[in-house]
């Protein structure tokens, strides 16, 4: 079965800087892999998507990479602030419906000011 | 738009009482998610439908855990009888077409405690 792994549960980083967090998945590759925000007591918001044939997708401060040989996504904050602070998920979907998503447990950023 | 709609947000409840999930999802969206929330296993789907009808429960714990979705607008999650390990945080997400590109919108949660 597929086994996804965000390399901590928990990542501090002094404001300004850039957080990098990363989502390993096992076996298959991932049709496209989505990352999601959540913050304490509310659901994940969506925050980005990458196809399994793109390297790299940026969204203001975010940037995502994906590198199918290493089987790895990495998900970049630049000029991170106190606001970044909450827990990201990724969500590699291994198939070509909704259905097939499956979220890692997440890494709990916090951005020190 | 409101977005996802959950209720109740908490729930605290004895073990072998019967629980009730409930979710309206975003107006126009066809797929409805039921997700479960540990600390140990993260967010886990137990079953989806598409235009009402559940299309895989095989994500379900157990026959005490039960779903339906009589109508575009609302779906139930019931747990019966309830134990202490279904304490978690039950999510319902909805979207617009099942598309491997189409993202999920979810509710608040239901944090559901049985002690």
């Known amino acids: 079965s597929q086994k996804i792994e965000q390399n901590s549960e928990a990542l501090n980083i002094q404001e300004g800087k850039t957080a990098t967090l990363t989502c390993n998945y096992t076996n298959y590759s991932p049709a496209y892999l989505q990352w999601y925000r959540q913050d304490p007591g509310r659901g994940p918001v969506f925050l980005l998507l990458?196809?399994?044939?793109?390297k790299e997708k940026r969204k203001e401060r975010l940037k995502v990479t994906f590198d199918t040989t290493l089987k790895q996504s990495l998900f970049h904050i630049t000029a991170s602030q106190p606001a970044d602070s909450a827990t990201y998920l990724c969500?590699?979907?291994f198939g070509t419906g909704a259905n097939n998503l499956f979220f890692g447990t997440g890494t709990r950023l916090t951005v020190i000011p | 738009d409101a977005g996802v709609i959950q209720s109740p947000r908490h729930e605290v409840t004895e073990m072998g009482q019967e629980v009730t999930l409930r979710c309206k999802p975003i107006s126009g969206h066809d797929y409805l998610f039921w997700y479960r929330q540990t600390m140990m296993r993260g967010l886990e789907l137990l079953i989806y439908?598409?235009?009402?009808?559940?299309?895989?429960d095989s994500g379900m714990p157990e026959d005490r855990f039960s779903a339906k979705m009589p109508n575009a607008s609302f779906s139930t999650l019931k747990i019966q009888p309830s134990e202490p390990r279904d304490s978690a945080v039950y999510f319902c997400?909805?979207?617009?077409?099942?598309?491997?590109?189409?993202?999920?919108?979810f509710g608040p949660g239901t944090r559901l405690t049985v002690l």
């Open positions: 997400a909805s979207t617009d077409g099942a598309g491997p590109y189409n993202e999920q919108f």
């Open positions: 439908f598409n235009n009402n009808v559940p299309i895989d």
């Open positions: 990458i196809r399994e044939n793109e």
């Open positions: 969500a590699p979907n």
